[in-house]
Antibody
Framework: QVQLVESGGGVVQPGRSLRLSCAAS????????MHWVRQAPGKGLEWVAL????????YYTDSVKGRFTISRDNSKNTLYLQMNSLRAEDTAVYYC????????????WGQGTTVTVSS | QSVLTQPPSASGTPGQRVTISCSGS????????VKWYQQLPGTAPKLLIY???QRPSGVPDRFSGSKSGTSASLAISGLQSEDEADYYC???????????FGGGTKLTVL
């Protein structure tokens, strides 16, 4: 069935970097925009970034601009989130999600990967 | 402080109808469609409503959405124990050029 599987989370010190991956299967990955959404412990959902299906456009929430980069490899059906200069407030479960049809409705979600930024 | 405002909690008894509100502004709900997500404990969110009032296949028709001006609401009729979850509204925000979520509403089935 349609599936998204995140990986790459872990414990990292403040100021360091981490790259998350999201492997897609059972749908035409190259036809859909993809999002990253995060959820800090005990908190609500926060949209992080969006990349268009062909990678031509990328959008970020203000708090990660200049530090995070969303990218994709359509030949590998994989979405990425490069996170640099990590801060304690970036600690969260990170979900990747498929955009339904370009209206920012996310109809398929991964199970999430946990990122903990701590010294 | 979330851009979209939801009540932090709601409750109802089995069989009842409950509504959850979501308030925004002209740059988000006022000019874009609203989505609703259900998050059961320990799981990833699930799309419940898109385009303000459309249900994805597989979502029971007990769930319905509406929008008026800069506000939206999610209604759940025939409340069931398995509806106990966190519910989030979301909309694209033209001024932020991204998606904004409400703070979430924790629904308790008494």
């Amino acid at each position: 069935q349609v599936q998204l599987v995140e990986s790459g989370g872990g414990v990292v010190q403040p100021g360091r970097s981490l790259r998350l991956s999201c492997a897609a299967s059972e749908f035409t990955f190259s036809s859909y925009g993809m999002h990253w959404v995060r959820q800090a412990p005990g908190k609500g959902l926060e949209w992080v970034a969006l990349i268009w299906s062909d990678g031509s456009n990328k959008y970020y929430t203000d708090s990660v601009k200049g530090r995070f980069t969303i990218s994709r490899d359509n030949s590998k059906n994989t979405l990425y989130l490069q996170m640099n200069s990590l801060r304690a407030e970036d600690t969260a479960v990170y979900y990747c999600a498929k955009d339904q049809y370009g209206d920012y409705a996310m109809d398929v979600w991964g199970q999430g990967t946990t990122v903990t930024v701590s010294s | 402080q979330s851009v979209l405002t939801q009540p932090p909690s709601a409750s109802g008894t089995p069989g009842q109808r409950v509504t959850i509100s979501c308030s925004g502004s002209s740059s988000n709900i006022g000019s874009n469609t609203v989505k609703w997500y259900q998050q059961l404990p320990g799981t990833a969110p699930k799309l419940l409503i898109y385009s303000s009032n459309q249900r994805p296949s597989g979502v029971p028709d007990r769930f319905s959405g509406s929008k008026s001006g800069t506000s939206a609401s999610l209604a759940i009729s025939g409340l069931q124990s398995e509806d106990e979850a966190d519910y989030y509204c979301a909309a694209r925000d033209d001024s932020l050029n991204g998606l904004v979520f409400g703070g979430g509403t924790k629904l308790t089935v008494l």
